[in-house]
């Protein structure tokens, strides 16, 4: 991969390569996805590269809740000043103490959104407890803030030597680590991994506690960000000879069809002696085919140091990393040290290039695209902010079926997972830190993001920040050196991509001035075009943009229901999806730009408060069940033919009142037909949409789409009785049994003719029976209170949504779904088999009984 020099990032073309350090999250089957489905569960194990273990930490913890204020409820934890002046002395992780009333659990875990929601705005319209979805965590709610976690493990004799690490992908929010009594480190954000190393204080051959306490009671962002252990949690045992952590890269130019690699890591040593070391690099292909390699120079390293080491090889007819063909590469990096092998990691990684232009926009492998992008948060229904892996690949599949080909991590490191999912999937990203400051605690959160993701072939860009008021005004001097050290920090750990921000304003001055390009947040119609003129050297996206907003199955505004109308709803600064993709979608200058947001996401409640406790910005709901803004985006990002008739035909007590009826098509043109009555055909507009206004009958409506004069697609709404039955059905009826995969199951209430019935609202009850748990249930409602634990949930405009995770033996999951009340009319209850099949487990810690 070329070297860009900071002269060359500041340039019209901003030229980039990339490939992809996964690391431990290369887990995914690529053959699928090629197809429209969400690809299979990623349960294939990566190939044995001993000696280095690589163990999930994810089963088999106890969980309580502790307290912000009383020490006697905190496990006695600060009952005095003392607690740290002696090493080995914190009892709550040693082997004695009592934690039988602890709950038994397993990882990811999201304690927030197992808390009720509490109406609690202080008289303040903007509150954090609003902003953050009406969960009681703050200071002001010491019952619910502190969150404590305890395992036991054995530690073979056989590991004593080597290094062995607990490695945490993310932690709401203040974290303190214990292990056999001893306290070992502090961790204070949510976002960035945190690793400490306890081989000194481990009993080897026989059994260890570690403990972790988790803080809420301050938070990182303006929004819902959940509380506890909520990424997964590894072992890590190595050689004391070993490669350093996140420090391999491999860096492609390309030369024709080949593909130049430039090839680095760094070996530490911490065994006490020199040794002479070098690094062997083994590349395959997807097929698992050798398809180059390469070794280093040895190198003598002295003890408790490191040293870099760096070769080259060269890939012939390189299979690029695209949308439509995400090719992969994997690599094998081995440490061999005075004539033994003692480490070696695996690699996936793939191979393209990028240019931002300021003056054509944006190009992937010297194509010409456009990034139709959207603004996510991290959150689901049902499980908060601790998704299973399989979760993150279902959102993904949800977003790319609208014809979404980009999505911006708001406002945070991702999870591996999330990275993992778009390197597979063909998705590019805007991969962004939470902290925008040069002070050490923001450097190493950047630092992080950077060396963990840097090779990823699905990342384009770096964003250092969102929306900073305060550093792109009073405080731009300030923000100006801060942004510079930042974004200089950026390109000496990864000099491939060019790094931005997303701003609120002119971008004109502040954290602006240094940044490669310009990231512009709404303010379609005053900043862009006037900053392109002013500055046409300066390569120009939109880093977020329109914040429509609506509820779906909903088509009017009611502030007494806390409803927004799917036609047009839209905040004061935003835009709706067509007038936004209008600018953006057209201006060959710029690159495109990303939607605010794809999924609906807990707090920002916006428009309204309580009891609106999530947003209405989404273009799918919490559980990804799309709105109708979704197929507008189909219509003119996808690449098919696209029809869609709103709003449904079920009006009972609005007989011969105007209904307006809408259609999303890309076809020549839509002709309307009310209960067998044609009321003519209309051109579609270029990124627009078709509207009649139609007096209401019971019946039908039908939209008939052509394309040359004929008839391409037809879809009709039909006045349905009411709910006679339910139906579920799930996006996979296979998973893997190994106590992670899950199955995603959509509730439905039909009538009598099988028709979805678009108003139904029964609150239904959850049945599981079989090697399987329910983890969650939702349904897209932003002001349904309900529990997202409880097997019961009332349907929403038709829909719910319940999602099932296997455990570790095989067998058939039985889920039943029937009304949970005998009032009112009876509906048929469902059912549904899903098949946990044997599967190879990731390699994982043992479980132990804790006493």
């Known amino acids: 991969m070329t070297n860009i020099t900071r002269r060359d990032l500041l340039s019209s073309g901003l030229a980039l390569s990339a490939t992809s350090l996964s690391g431990r999250s290369a887990w995914a089957r690529t053959a699928a996805l090629l197809q429209d489905s969400v690809p299979e569960h990623p349960a294939a194990a990566l190939p ?109 004799a056989a590991d004593r030597g080597r290094r062995i690490w607990v490695e945490f992908d993310g932690v709401a929010r203040d974290a303190l680590v214990f292990v056999n009594g001893c306290f070992i480190g502090r961790n204070d954000n949510s976002y960035a991994p945190f690793r400490f190393d306890l081989s000194d204080f481990l009993a080897y051959g026989a059994t260890n506690y570690i403990v972790l306490r988790a803080d809420a009671r ?129 690699l996936s990684f793939g191979v393209r290039t990028a240019i931002f232009d300021a003056q054509k926009g944006f190009f992937l492998n010297g194509k010409p695209l456009k990034i139709q992008g959207t603004c996510n948060h991290q959150d689901h229904a049902g499980v908060g902010a601790a998704l299973p892996d399989r979760l993150q690949w279902f959102r993904l599949g949800v977003l790319r079926d609208m014809g979404c080909n980009a999505v911006r991590t708001s406002h945070n490191m991702p999870t591996p997972e999330w990275v993992d999912a778009c390197d597979h999937m063909g998705m590019m990203m805007m991969c962004e830190t939470r902290q925008m400051s040069s002070n050490p605690g923001g450097m190493d959160q950047l630092e992080a993001m950077i060396k963990r993701y840097r090779n990823s072939p699905s990342i384009i860009l770096w964003s250092i920040g969102n929306e900073e008021w305060g550093l792109q005004g009073a405080m731009a001097e300030q923000g100006e050196r801060i942004a510079s050290s930042m974004v200089d920090f950026c390109h000496r750990l990864d000099p491939t991509r060019v790094v931005s921000a997303a701003v609120n304003g002119d971008n004109e001055k502040g954290l602006s001035v240094p940044l490669d390009i310009i990231g512009f947040n709404y303010n379609t119609r005053k900043f862009p075009l006037a900053f392109h003129e002013k500055y046409p050297t300066r390569p120009i996206f939109g ?260 999602i099932i995770q296997s455990l570790k033996s095989p067998g058939e999951i039985s889920i039943e779904a029937a009304k949970e009340s005998s009032a009112g009319p009876a509906l048929t209850p469902a059912r549904l088999t899903v098949t946990s099949r044997p599967a190879k487990a990731r390699p994982f810690v043992p479980a132990i009984e804790q006493s």
């Open 48 to 156: 044995a590269v001993a000696p280095r273990e690589q163990l999930l930490f994810d089963f088999g913890w106890k969980f309580i809740l502790g307290n912000g204020n009383d020490p006697a409820k905190d496990l006695e934890f600060g009952f005095g000043q003392s607690d740290f002046s002696k090493t080995g002395d914190f009892k709550f992780a040693k082997a004695r103490f009592d934690d039988s009333k602890w709950r038994p659990l397993d990882l990811p875990h999201d304690w927030a959104v197992e808390l009720p929601f509490v109406d609690d705005d202080s008289g303040k319209g903007d509150s954090q407890l609003r902003s953050h979805g009406y969960k009681p965590l703050g200071r002001r709610y010491p019952d619910t803030s502190i969150g404590w976690y305890r395992r036991a493990f054995d530690v073979p």
């Open 218 to 346: 301050f938070g990182d962002g303006w929004f819902y960000e959940g509380a506890g252990i909520y990424r997964h949690v590894w072992l890590t045992k190595t050689d004391a000879v070993h490669l350093g952590n996140w420090d391999s890269t491999v860096r492609s130019t390309m030369h024709g069809n080949a593909a130049a690699l430039d090839l680095a890591t760094v070996v530490q040593n911490h065994s006490g002696r020199a040794v002479t070391a070098k690094v062997s690099w083994k590349i395959l292909d997807a097929r698992g085919a050798t398809v180059a390699g390469a070794e280093s120079s040895s190198q003598s390293i002295p003890p408790d140091q490191s040293q870099s080491f760096t070769t080259a090889a060269t890939l012939r007819d390189a299979a690029l990393w695209s949308l439509d063909e995400p090719n992969l590469y994997s690599a094998i990096v081995t440490v061999e040290a005075d004539g033994k092998v003692r480490d070696a990691e695996h």
């Open 543 to 802: 880093s977020e943009t329109s914040s429509a907003i609506s509820t779906r199955g909903e088509y009017t505004t009611n502030p007494a229901r806390h409803t927004v109308n799917c036609y047009n709803g839209v905040v004061g600064w935003g835009e709706t999806p067509e007038e936004w993709w209008k600018f953006y979608g057209t201006q060959g200058w710029e690159a495109g730009g990303f939607a605010w947001t794809g999924f609906d996401y807990r707090g920002e409640p916006t428009p309204y408060g309580w009891p609106s406790i999530s947003s209405q910005f989404g273009i799918v709901d919490t559980c990804g069940f799309p709105k109708d803004y979704f197929y507008y985006y189909k219509a003119w990002w996808g690449k098919k033919a696209s029809l869609h008739l709103f709003p449904h035909w079920n009006w009972h007590g609005k007989e011969g009142e105007e209904i307006p009826v809408w259609v999303y098509s890309n076809l020549d043109e839509v002709e309307l037909l009310v209960n067998g009555r044609s009321l003519g055909r209309q051109a579609t507009p270029s990124l627009g949409h078709l509207e009649w206004k139609v007096k209401y009958q019971p019946g039908a409506i039908e939209a008939r789409a052509f394309r040359k004069g004929s008839v391409v697609l037809t879809q009709r709404r039909e006045t349905t009785g009411p709910a006679t039955t339910i139906r579920l059905t799930a996006d996979r009826t296979d998973i893997d049994a190994d106590g992670q995969d899950v199955a995603v199951l959509r509730v439905e209430a039909l009538d009598s003719n099988g028709r979805l019935v678009p108003t139904a609202d029964s609150k239904l009850a959850f049945h599981l029976s079989g090697p399987g748990k329910l983890i969650g249930v939702g349904n897209g409602d932003p002001n349904c209170l309900e529990s997202d634990k409880d097997p019961q949930r009332s349907l929403f405009n038709g829909l719910a949504q319940v």
